[in-house]
């Protein structure tokens, strides 16, 4: 049999698309904070099998992709306090052909991006502001998420030749990956609602600032203060009385190793693509924190 008949058969006994089987699901967007650049330094890491998983930071959901293509089939709740990254994860698991479609209606003009950027999200249809981000994501400078006091998109064209904004192949892909999968907007507190005996949670909160000055907290509207990673901490800890596993990266200063003293913390060294700090060149130091 040569492959490509072997590929459709594949396909034809699984009843989806061709690229809906053979691709494997990764980022459909770029995230500040990304952890794409570090999976090879987690893999060690992570547990190999859970009972169910747990991303309430979710963003560019990097670890949920590469566990998915990874790991033994599991059960998974993705959560994020940013609604509009929400509603795109909910329209790729649900209507991605209709997504496809309108993200392809979308052209890479510096004018047509302002007006686009200037849209209020609230008149646009759910699939309209999911193909809305993906869109400015791919095209914007950076490829950042940031929005302004009044949770307005705030970041210019980037000016790039041929920005691949539509990648039906990928955004297949993630639609499978994500067959199944609860979609939530909710505060990361909201883990411990569901989470249970066995279960794995991975923490990517944004990072607490190694100074005053090098605060990138803007994915959503509301900052991230010294108090909510203290609350993440009591979160965390009380998921380990419970019997889950769980794992958090943040930045290495004090404050967040004397948080976790009493759980295992393993520096790791990260190339930050999206580095809102003057000195950001070179490896920066991290931690790994886990209870298993
Ligand atoms: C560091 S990013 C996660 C990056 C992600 N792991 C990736 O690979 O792309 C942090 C995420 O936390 C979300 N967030 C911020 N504050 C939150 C809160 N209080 N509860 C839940 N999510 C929150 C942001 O919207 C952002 O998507």
Not at 7 to 27: M, N, S, Y
Not at 200 to 213: A, G, I, M, Q
Not at 216 to 223: A, D, E, G, Q, R
Not at 233 to 243: D, F, P, S, W, Y
Request: charged share 25%; proline share 5%; net charge positive.
């Amino acid at each position: 049999m040569n492959p490509s008949t072997r590929r459709r058969t594949v396909a034809d006994l699984a009843g989806l698309p061709i690229e809906r089987t053979l691709h494997r699901a990764t980022p459909f967007l770029k995230w500040a904070g990304g952890k794409s650049q570090l999976l090879a330094a987690y893999e060690q890491n992570f547990p190999y099998e859970f009972r169910s998983y747990f991303e309430p930071f979710t963003g560019g959901g990097a670890v949920f992709f590469y566990l998915k293509n990874s790991r033994p089939a599991f059960d998974a709740t993705l959560s994020d306090l940013n609604g509009e990254l929400v509603n795109c994860y909910t329209m790729i698991r649900d209507e991605v052909e209709v997504l496809i479609k309108e993200l392809k209606k979308h052209k890479n003009e510096q004018e047509y991006f302002y007006a686009v950027r200037a849209l209020d999200p609230a008149k646009l249809t759910e699939a309209q502001r999911a193909a809305r981000l993906i869109y400015m994501n791919k095209t914007c400078f950076n490829g950042l998420y940031r929005v302004n006091s009044k949770g307005q998109f705030n970041v210019p064209f980037g000016s790039y030749k041929n920005p691949r904004f539509c990648d039906d192949t990928n955004l297949r892909a993630c639609s499978a990956a994500l067959d199944g999968v609860e979609i939530l907007h909710q505060p990361f507190h909201h883990v411990l609602k569901t989470a249970k005996k066995g279960d794995f949670v991975y923490f990517d909160p944004p990072y607490h600032p190694l100074s005053s000055t090098a605060n990138f907290t803007s994915y959503t509207k509301n900052s991230f203060s010294a108090e909510d990673q203290e609350t993440l901490a009591e979160v965390a800890t009380r998921l380990h009385k419970r019997g889950c596993m769980f794992m958090l990266s943040n930045s290495d200063t004090p404050f967040i190793r004397d948080l976790y003293k009493q759980f295992e913390i393993k520096t790791i060294y990260a190339m930050r693509a999206i580095n809102c700090k003057a000195d950001g060149r070179g490896p920066v130091a991290e931690v790994l924190v886990t209870n298993y």
